[in-house]
């Protein structure tokens, strides 16, 4: 009987671990973790890490809040490595500022360097302007371009179709359409 009883102890304890271990890992290890990375202006010079530490830790405390503390103590092991890399990362980025290479390059999300020049920027649909010669994706005079008021061999052969597939129709409802 002491044996049941001490194995019941030993899962009820084992039980109510998971909360434990969750305040451990989540709240004191991996939150400290993620602001040491945000002190180190991991946010600047390390952006892919830090987001993602800051989301784990997200994710660990929502795990958290419905009771799954093993998926909330994994999270919060992948924040706190995250985190440790960023801060890494920022420190070493921001000790060779020569060093740019990391960085994304301009145009693309992420970017933080300067804006490009207004007269550089296309103002009808943002793109860099063009250096005055021909837009791309227009034609040139050389007879490429289809005249909008002339309909084209496509739409010929649609409409053809159209009319074949009419003119089935009408022969399969008993031949009204026939002339």
Known sequence: ?????????LCLWLGGCGSVLYVNQVTRKASAAVAAAEAAEAEVYAPYHYTRAVRYLHKAREEAAAADYQA???????S????????V?????????????????PGTPGYQGAAPAPSEVDPVDGDAASDGGEDEGVASDG????????PD?????????????????DDQAGGEGRP
């Open 1 to 9: 009987m002491s044996i049941v009883a001490g194995t019941v102890c």
């Open 72 to 78: 909330a103590n994994r999270f919060g092991k992948l």
């Open 80 to 87: 706190e490595e995250a985190a440790e890399t960023a801060r």
């Open 89 to 105: 990362l920022a420190i070493e980025r921001a000790a060779n500022p020569e060093d740019v290479s990391w960085r994304p390059p």
């Open 143 to 150: 007879g490429d371009a289809a005249d909008p008021a002339e």
């Open 153 to 169: 061999q496509d739409d010929q052969a649609d409409q053809d179709d159209q009319a074949d597939d009419d003119q089935a129709d």
